[in-house]
């Protein structure tokens, strides 16, 4: 039996980051991965590194975690590539300029400060664009970074702090108290963090605790090395269409859903939406038409109902807290979870607003729609 202080299911971004943090403080920490570290959500997705766009309850997350990226050097000893190139969100019709105005005056109430760009201005400093894109709302502390070398970097700068990290560890048990099986392998703690991206429902679950998390899988591809063009990190409202350039030249897009059976766990881009992204990637950008794409992946996500996370103390058990089911867009957030979750565990408390992330959200949305139903039938 191996017992510590804190034990993390799950070697994403928020976990690798939660086992450093804790290690640092002195904490006795180990971190059970059924893969290998980053293999899922935290090392398949774009790269986004944006405030831009969130929704208001995660804005407090995203701006925190923009804070440690200007520092992910002195964490983990990488900047994982992070570019501050701004992250500049496209509107297609004046539908869409609206909804950037919307959001711009909220963000502005977080003392996030977005540029709009009107139509001449867009086309003046993007020639690139089509006529499609009317409008557009720059956030320039915004960026992107490589997501296939932050988890790595986070898991190897938590093993130095102290942590254990195993990876090919997948749990098959968990009793009361924190007993965990994996890999024939008994280990036990007072603490458990809930890492898990999509199988932290199951973890869940498990302590009373259901949620409506499903498989989310990001259809991803990038085109052949092209002569310099794009200087910044794109979203369109709507987010059916994103993309960036990176220096090599190559434009990494993504657009759709591929497909996944997390049992086994294996997963496969899809044609059909990749199709669709290389459509819309074309629709504003014309001179796409001709790239030649060279690789398309998928992983495997957990995405809610809300598109927001679970995050905090679990309402049934003691000693439980959860981050999963970051919905597509918890790359970022990643290191500054790992933070707020050592906070929680050493000190009790974070300064960031977790309430909206409560896992208890969907027990009351479940008890409002009996009483609903209740309702209809008398």
């Known amino acids: 039996m191996t017992r ?9 971004g928020a976990g690798c980051s939660a ?16 893969g290998l570290v980053g293999s899922q959500a935290s090392g398949v997705n774009h790269g986004g590194v944006r405030q831009q766009g969130r929704h208001p309850a995660e804005i407090p997350l995203a701006i925190r975690s923009r804070a440690l990226w200007s520092r992910m050097r002195e964490l983990c000893g990488t900047d994982a590539e992070f570019d501050p190139c701004g992250h500049l969100k496209l509107a297609r019709g004046e539908a869409e300029e609206a909804e950037l105005l919307r959001w711009n005056e909220m963000a502005a109430e977080h003392g996030l400060k977005a540029s709009m760009l009107g139509r001449n201005a867009i086309r ?8 499609r894109v009317v409008a557009g709302s720059l956030l320039a502390e915004d960026g992107s970074a490589n997501p296939r070398l932050l988890a790595s970097a ?109 049992a086994l766990p294996t997963s496969r881009p899809l044609p059909e939406p990749a199709f669709a ?44 807290i959860h981050a999963f089911g970051f919905s597509g867009h918890g790359f970022m957030l990643g290191p500054a979870i790992g933070a707020i979750l050592s906070e929680l ?34």
Request: proline letters at 7%; a negative charge; aromatic letters at 6%.
């Open 4 to 12: 510590a202080d804190v034990l993390v299911l799950g070697g994403g």
């Open 19 to 34: 086992a450093l943090h804790l290690a640092r403080r002195g904490a006795d920490v180990v971190l059970l991965e059924r």
């Open 124 to 131: 003046a400093q993007h020639p690139y664009f089509s006529d």
């Open 154 to 262: 986070l898991a190897r700068s938590a093993r130095e702090a102290g942590a254990t990290l195993l990876e090919h560890h997948e749990v098959t048990a968990i009793e009361p108290g924190f007993r965990v099986e994996a890999s024939g392998r008994e280990f036990e703690a007072p603490v458990l963090l809930n890492c898990a991206g999509f199988w932290g429902g199951k973890i869940a679950e498990t302590f009373g605790e259901p949620v409506p998390v499903y498989p989310l899988n990001p259809n991803m591809l990038v085109t052949e090395p092209l002569p310099f063009f794009c200087t910044r990190n794109l979203g369109v409202v709507g987010g059916d269409v994103y993309l960036r350039q990176i220096a090599r030249g190559n434009v990494i897009f993504g657009g759709g859903r591929g497909e996944s059976d997390p």
């Open 277 to 320: 992204a290389m459509a819309r990637a074309v629709e504003i950008i014309p001179h796409l038409a001709d790239a030649m794409i060279i690789r398309c992946w998928t992983g495997i996500d957990g995405g809610m109902p809300d598109a927001l996370p679970v995050l905090g103390p679990s309402r049934t058990t003691s000693g439980l």
């Open 345 to 378: 565990v050493l000190d009790g408390r974070t300064d960031v607003p977790l309430e909206a992330f409560d896992i208890g959200r969907f027990a009351r949305q479940t008890a409002l729609a009996e009483d609903a139903s209740k309702t209809r039938l008398e």
